[in-house]
């Protein structure tokens, strides 16, 4: 069955793909077929610039334990880093055209990941 669960965000970041460092703009995380994790369903984060092509992206595929863990470590360091509160660091980013998480549309295909499969 296709969950059809997939949110994004806008983002400002780095990521490395096969062609080597790029912005990335856009991380999209969703639950569906995974294509490589080799479960029924899994967890999948892209990290994106859709501007610069197919090349610009980076792609996990995790279990939901896998994605619990990676949530609780993040959070951590978040708190950390707003802890110190290191001058010049976004503590409280706002990207400009961030639609909060709404959802981008499905076509209901399975074994893709995320972005493949989402409005561009």
């Known amino acids: 069955m296709c969950t059809m669960i997939a949110v ?12 080597g460092w790029f912005p990335v703009t856009r ?9 490589h994790s080799g479960t029924e369903h ?8 859709y501007d610069l092509g197919v090349d ?3 792609a996990l595929e995790l ?3 896998s ?5 609780a470590q993040l959070q951590s360091a978040i708190e950390a ?3 110190i509160e290191v001058p010049g660091d976004d503590a409280a980013i706002e990207v ?13 295909s399975s074994g893709g990941a995320v972005g493949e499969q989402g409005s561009r």
């Not at 994004?8 to 062609?19: F, L």
């Open 56 to 58: 610009a992206r980076v």
């Open 96 to 108: 400009p055209g961030d639609d909060a998480g709404a959802r981008e549309g499905s076509s209901g």
């Open 81 to 83: 880093a707003e802890a």
């Open 8 to 19: 994004s965000a806008a983002v400002t970041g780095s990521g490395k793909g096969p062609t």
């Open 27 to 35: 991380a999209t995380v969703g639950y569906d077929h995974g294509t």
């Open 67 to 71: 994605g619990r863990a990676l949530m």
């Open 42 to 49: 899994a967890l999948l984060l892209d990290f994106t610039n």
């Open 63 to 65: 279990d939901l334990g």
